[in-house]
Protein backbone atom coordinates (compact mmCIF):
# COMPACT_ATOMS: atom_id res chain seq x y z
CA UNK A 1 0.00 0.00 0.00
CA UNK A 2 1.11 3.54 -0.59
CA UNK A 3 0.10 6.43 1.14
CA UNK A 4 -0.10 9.82 -0.52
CA UNK A 5 -0.50 13.38 1.19
CA UNK A 6 -1.53 16.31 -0.59
CA UNK A 7 -0.95 19.73 0.28
CA UNK A 8 -1.16 23.63 -1.08
CA UNK A 9 -4.32 23.88 -2.84
CA UNK A 10 -6.48 27.19 -1.96
CA UNK A 11 -7.95 30.32 -3.71
CA UNK A 12 -6.02 32.63 -5.70
CA UNK A 13 -6.48 35.07 -8.41
CA UNK A 14 -6.14 34.38 -12.43
CA UNK A 15 -2.70 34.89 -13.21
CA UNK A 16 -1.37 34.23 -9.85
CA UNK A 17 0.23 31.11 -8.58
CA UNK A 18 0.02 28.30 -6.22
CA UNK A 19 2.26 25.19 -5.45
CA UNK A 20 1.17 21.89 -4.56
CA UNK A 21 3.05 19.38 -2.87
CA UNK A 22 2.63 15.58 -2.56
CA UNK A 23 4.44 13.06 -0.59
CA UNK A 24 4.19 9.38 -0.43
CA UNK A 25 4.75 6.72 2.10
CA UNK A 26 4.33 3.18 2.57
CA UNK A 27 5.18 0.59 -0.28
CA UNK A 28 7.06 3.32 -1.95
CA UNK A 29 9.48 0.65 -3.66
CA UNK A 30 6.58 0.21 -5.89
CA UNK A 31 6.44 3.51 -7.27
CA UNK A 32 7.69 4.51 -10.90
CA UNK A 33 5.43 7.25 -11.79
CA UNK A 34 4.34 10.40 -9.29
CA UNK A 35 1.65 12.74 -10.90
CA UNK A 36 -1.44 14.91 -10.62
CA UNK A 37 -4.50 14.88 -12.23
CA UNK A 38 -7.65 17.01 -12.20
CA UNK A 39 -11.15 17.36 -12.32
CA UNK A 40 -13.93 19.55 -12.72
CA UNK A 41 -17.09 19.64 -11.43
CA UNK A 42 -19.59 17.61 -13.93
CA UNK A 43 -15.91 16.88 -15.82
CA UNK A 44 -14.15 13.41 -16.24
CA UNK A 45 -10.28 13.42 -14.95
CA UNK A 46 -7.85 14.46 -16.63
CA UNK A 47 -4.20 14.41 -17.02
CA UNK A 48 -2.07 17.06 -15.95
CA UNK A 49 1.59 16.23 -15.52
CA UNK A 50 3.50 13.05 -14.66
CA UNK A 51 7.10 12.69 -13.75
CA UNK A 52 9.10 9.12 -13.93
CA UNK A 53 11.54 8.28 -11.26
CA UNK A 54 14.08 8.40 -14.04
CA UNK A 55 12.87 12.71 -14.28
CA UNK A 56 11.05 12.04 -17.96
CA UNK A 57 7.89 14.29 -18.00
CA UNK A 58 4.43 14.23 -19.27
CA UNK A 59 2.58 17.49 -19.62
CA UNK A 60 -0.93 18.12 -20.64
CA UNK A 61 -0.94 20.45 -23.62
CA UNK A 62 -3.85 23.11 -21.72
CA UNK A 63 -0.79 23.41 -18.67
CA UNK A 64 2.34 23.01 -20.81
CA UNK A 65 4.55 26.32 -19.95
CA UNK A 66 2.82 27.22 -17.15
CA UNK A 67 3.02 24.14 -14.91
CA UNK A 68 6.24 22.99 -13.44
CA UNK A 69 6.39 19.10 -12.35
CA UNK A 70 9.14 18.37 -10.26
CA UNK A 71 10.51 15.58 -8.03
CA UNK A 72 12.17 14.74 -5.07
CA UNK A 73 13.24 11.03 -4.78
CA UNK A 74 15.20 11.37 -1.46
CA UNK A 75 11.80 12.91 -0.13
CA UNK A 76 9.28 10.46 -2.36
CA UNK A 77 7.43 13.72 -3.18
CA UNK A 78 6.30 15.36 -6.50
CA UNK A 79 5.51 19.08 -6.40
CA UNK A 80 3.83 20.63 -8.72
CA UNK A 81 3.99 24.55 -9.30
CA UNK A 82 1.50 26.24 -11.33
CA UNK A 83 1.65 30.09 -12.75
CA UNK A 84 -0.36 31.72 -14.67
CA UNK A 85 -3.48 29.64 -13.26
CA UNK A 86 -6.78 30.78 -15.29
CA UNK A 87 -10.64 29.83 -14.38
CA UNK A 88 -10.46 26.91 -16.09
CA UNK A 89 -7.78 25.60 -14.09
CA UNK A 90 -10.48 25.37 -11.05
CA UNK A 91 -10.69 21.59 -10.14
CA UNK A 92 -9.85 18.95 -7.31
CA UNK A 93 -6.28 18.26 -7.83
CA UNK A 94 -5.37 14.40 -6.71
CA UNK A 95 -1.93 13.23 -6.83
CA UNK A 96 -1.52 9.87 -8.40
CA UNK A 97 1.40 7.26 -7.71
CA UNK A 98 2.62 3.82 -9.17
CA UNK A 99 3.86 1.75 -10.63
CA UNK A 100 1.98 2.16 -13.97
CA UNK A 101 2.87 5.12 -16.09
CA UNK A 102 -0.23 4.38 -18.70
CA UNK A 103 -2.90 3.54 -16.89
CA UNK A 104 -3.11 5.91 -13.29
CA UNK A 105 -6.10 3.99 -12.39
CA UNK A 106 -4.26 1.18 -11.47
CA UNK A 107 -2.07 3.28 -8.82
CA UNK A 108 -3.06 4.94 -5.92
CA UNK A 109 -4.79 8.46 -5.32
CA UNK A 110 -4.62 11.10 -2.89
CA UNK A 111 -7.66 12.63 -1.27
CA UNK A 112 -7.30 15.51 -3.36
CA UNK A 113 -6.76 19.26 -3.03
CA UNK A 114 -9.07 22.12 -3.91
CA UNK A 115 -7.70 24.81 -6.70
CA UNK A 116 -9.87 27.67 -7.30
CA UNK A 117 -8.77 30.16 -9.44
CA UNK A 118 -11.11 33.46 -9.71
CA UNK A 119 -11.68 35.48 -12.60
Known amino acids: QVQLVESGGGLVQAGGSLRLSCRAS????????MGWYRQAPGKQRELVAT???????NYADSVKGRFTLSRDNAKNSVYLQMNNLKPEDTAVYYC?????????????WGQGTQVTVSS
Open 51 to 57: ITIGGST
Open 96 to 108: NAGPNLLRPEYNY
Open 26 to 33: GSIFSINV
